[in-house]
């Protein structure tokens, strides 16, 4: 694997507006077919720790350019990585292969931790009570889909989008920049930046639902 | 989902926000108490956050740096690597415990030992360094119990709830070690049931006889800083069993 490519798209600097990013499904994403971690995360949920660890060998990487492309540190990617398969090894059980792909159940719950993480570090000295309003932890029910098919649509939608409220939706999701991060970032008000992703979102819907 | 009426343009729009994470502040409490009583909106950010996961494709894998799974085996504990009739075993002591835990110190801590001690289907430990030692660890009022074992033959802490408020999605339990020289040191954060860690050497040697335990209220997944951040819930000092 070429981790030093990776790590270089892992930590871009800004905000910038990337050329067009093939969207495509990866070759990671490829290589780990629901088929053979729908089985595993069954066994995990059974207690089986072997299965565990192949998993890990299977999905470590990808989640781990996941959090590291959220936390931008290496030190707190990898205690969320921790995190994130103990929380796997205690809620395996709660995955419902009828409603998820294992892989995006996966995604969503080492976002939803790197996104507490960056959250908290913000707010480091407000009192308890503001923690509250983190993220929850775990990820929420999907609808049963066509996960590839799902994939395709996105993109196409994506794609029909301008180049900017693209890139602001993909940063917001994988960055997990906040409206006035963002707003920030681009030296625009606030009210611009919730117009300009607003508007994108609203035609991202009207094409997905087409 | 079709059971689910349909959401308002700008009900939805907020549920799209929320799944993007761009919310903040009183807006994000909105979306979140949203999120917690209408099932049509959280229907609708899970429709979002389905349509958005595409976007993980984006991402290039990086591979972990190396030891990060035997870290999360050290959490999981080594219990979970036994047989399940041995967690029946323990989880009907536990039961037990409970009931006795509020009548007697001394017993409680001796089964506590017992259960940190005693593993079936093992070979025995080789003979202890120094004797196992335990805490009781309480909190004003009776509010929260717990019993603590250190074996420091081989570095097992076993930590047993007994009474503990429950920490709800957006909080945890920290366990620390204050020992001699007053620093709280964090133990991790605390499961559900039963805490099992083998503890790393350094730290070992500061788990003796005076040196206090605590359990702290924290954010989700522990406290942000060194120390403690949160209200401490209970706290408890190492004895000799």
């Known amino acids: 694997m070429s981790t030093k490519l990776a790590h270089r798209n892992a930590l871009p600097a800004g905000l910038t507006f990337p050329s067009r990013r093939p969207l495509g499904m990866t070759e990671a994403m490829a290589l780990v077919p629901r088929h053979e971690l729908t089985p595993l995360l069954r066994a995990v949920a059974s207690g089986d720790r072997p299965a565990l660890a192949k998993l890990y060998a299977r999905t470590s990487a990808k989640l781990y350019g996941v959090i590291l492309r959220l936390l931008r540190s290496e030190s707190d990617a990898e205690e969320v990585l921790q995190e994130v398969f103990v929380s796997v090894w205690r809620n395996a059980a709660r995955f419902d292969e009828e409603r998820a792909s294992p892989i995006t159940w996966l995604c969503t719950l080492a976002r939803n931790r790197s996104i507490d993480r960056l959250r908290r570090r913000q707010l480091a000295t407000a009192p308890l009570e503001a923690a509250s309003e983190i993220a929850l932890d775990e990820p929420s029910a999907f609808e049963r889909i066509d996960a590839q098919q799902e994939a395709g649509r996105l993109r196409t939608c994506l794609d029909e989008l301008e180049s900017r409220p693209r890139a602001l939706i993909e940063a917001a999701f994988l960055d997990g920049a906040t409206y006035s991060q963002l707003a920030e970032r681009e030296g625009v008000p606030l009210g611009t930046m919730k117009s300009w992703i607003r508007r994108g979102l609203q035609r991202l819907k009207g094409c997905l639902e087409r | ?241």
């Open chain 2, 1 to 241: 989902m079709s059971s689910a009426p349909p959401l308002s343009t700008e009900r939805d729009a907020l549920a799209a926000e929320y799944a993007l994470g761009l919310l903040e502040g009183q807006e994000l409490a909105n979306a979140r108490e949203l999120e917690r009583t209408d099932p049509a909106f959280r229907v609708a950010v899970d429709r979002w956050n389905h349509r958005f996961a595409p976007l993980y494709d984006g991402v290039a894998p990086v591979e972990p740096p190396e030891g990060i799974l035997e870290a999360i085996d050290r959490q999981i504990g080594p219990a979970a690597t036994q047989g399940s009739d041995n967690i029946v075993v323990l989880r009907r002591r536990l039961a037990r415990w409970r009931v006795l835990a509020s009548g007697s110190t001394a017993l409680a801590a001796s089964l506590a030992l017992a259960l940190l001690i005693e593993r079936p289907g093992e070979i025995a430990p080789p003979a202890p360094r120094s004797a196992p030692m335990v805490a009781m660890i309480e909190g004003g009022g009776g509010t929260a119990r717990l019993v603590a074992a250190w074996n420091a033959a081989d570095r097992r802490l076993m930590v047993i709830p007994a009474v503990v408020p429950p920490a709800d999605a957006a909080h945890s339990h920290e366990l620390w070690l204050i020992p001699a020289d007053g620093k709280p040191r964090s133990m991790g954060v605390m499961p559900d049931g039963t805490m099992r860690v083998t503890i790393d050497e350094p730290m070992a040697g500061k788990l003796r006889e005076g040196a206090m335990l605590a359990v702290s209220l924290e954010p989700a997944g522990g406290s942000p800083g060194d120390g403690p951040s949160g209200p401490v819930l209970a706290s408890g000092k190492l004895t000799r069993a």
